[in-house]
């Protein structure tokens, strides 16, 4: 319905000015307004010059009806390649037409030159050389952390442990157990094919309980809590991140390493090495179930030869690597959550990059420790 006391939206020509047509708008423009049909008024202009003038006379209101009129016009003066000049325009009407053509007359950007490969090795140089600073710097305030909680004096809360040790402890017991048995099962098959050619069956036991207890335990389960817990914690501290709510922390005198990084790892060295002679009791188990299935290997038996080939460093060196597993997991996924950007996509490449870094460094230091070992007859 038109609105009461108005003038109605009016459009008319009015005849040339200076070789030009001269189109008149006046009234009311609004949704509520009955409008002329543009078109039809388009029309009745036989001949078009070669520029338009649109004069604003006695607007009595406007609101998006007039862009939209305004909008439209300009796309019948390009069709027709006619001129279009607007007189007296509202405050503001200029501003929001070039708003409006903005996402369909934009030119797209020209990408930059590719650099050279001297500059991009050079670049990436810049960039492993500031991601070792981060690193150091972060590691570095982890530990004057510990040392604050060592002297009683980090603000860490008990409870935000006790649920870090819930999630990556007693949670991550199902997964370990299927993936550690399997595991167990698969090197006795691998095993298995090699010594039956030799009637040496029995020391399928030897290979289980060594292969577990020294690599495949603790590796095995630091790649399960770096996808499980890793990623939980980039995302966890990414998401606080994108929200502010680090940013709170900080306002109100809580130092986010404090209060959100100490517990995350501290329960990770905690239920790590708990994890690692978990997986390696099933790892064995796993083997004992081939042996026995499939080479009448008795459980005695089995036990005894695997007891006799094991030793306490052999058990000592998986829950070490344990422990550097669990540190590595724990500084990368809380290092890259709360490095991470302020919007959902950054999240979801600061977890990617969480996991992806943390198993590159899993094997990494599985080899460099394996190698140290050897070297040191260990």
Not at 16 to 33: D, H, K, M, Q, V
Not at 74 to 91: M, N, S, Y
Request: aromatic content about 6%; glycine content about 10%.
């Amino acid at each position: 319905m038109a609105d009461a006391g108005r003038v109605q939206a009016q459009l008319a020509w009015a005849g040339l000015e200076e070789g030009a047509a001269r189109l008149r708008l006046s009234g009311s423009w609004t949704l509520a307004a009955d409008k002329p049909d543009l078109p039809a008024v388009w029309r009745s202009l036989t001949d078009k010059p070669a520029q338009l003038v649109l004069q604003v006379e006695a607007l009595d209101a406007w609101d998006s009806s007039l862009l939209a009129l305004l909008r439209r016009l300009q796309r019948l003066a390009d069709e027709q390649g006619v001129a279009l000049v607007c007189r007296d325009l509202p405050e503001g009407v200029e501003r929001l037409l070039q708003m409006a053509a903005l996402p369909s007359g934009q030119v797209a950007d020209e990408l930059p030159p590719r650099p050279d490969p001297v500059t991009r090795v050079g670049l990436l140089a810049l960039q492993v050389q500031d991601a070792v600073v981060n690193a150091c710097t972060f590691g570095g305030e982890v530990i004057l952390a510990l040392g604050r909680l060592l002297q009683g004096r980090a603000r860490m809360r008990s409870g935000d442990f006790w649920a870090a040790l819930q999630q990556c402890g007693p949670g991550a017991l199902p997964i370990v157990a299927l993936i550690a048995t399997l595991v167990g099962l698969i090197l006795a098959f691998v095993g298995a094919a090699q010594l039956q050619a030799f009637g040496a069956q029995l020391y399928i036991a030897n290979m289980v309980a060594i292969g577990m207890t020294r690599e495949m335990g603790a590796l095995m389960t630091a790649v399960i809590m770096a996808g499980r817990t890793g990623a939980a914690y980039a995302a966890e501290l990414g998401s606080m991140q994108a929200n502010e709510e680090i940013d709170a922390l900080k306002t109100f005198g809580f130092p986010p390493l404090e209060f959100l990084v100490l517990p995350r790892l501290l329960a990770l060295l905690v239920s790590m090495p708990l994890l690692c002679v978990f997986a390696d009791a099933l790892g064995i188990l796993g083997g004992f179930v081939i042996g026995s299935g499939l080479f009448d290997i008795s459980a005695p038996l089995y036990l005894n030869q695997s007891l006799e080939m094991l030793s306490l460093t052999d058990f000592l060196l998986g829950v070490f690597k344990s422990l550097v597993f669990a540190v590595l997991i724990g500084l990368i996924g809380c290092h890259y959550g709360l490095a991470c950007g302020r919007n959902a996509q950054a999240v979801g490449q600061a977890t990617t990059r969480a996991v992806v870094s943390i198993i590159v460094a899993l094997v990494v230091s599985d080899a460099l420790i394996t190698l140290i070992c050897t070297q040191l007859g260990i």
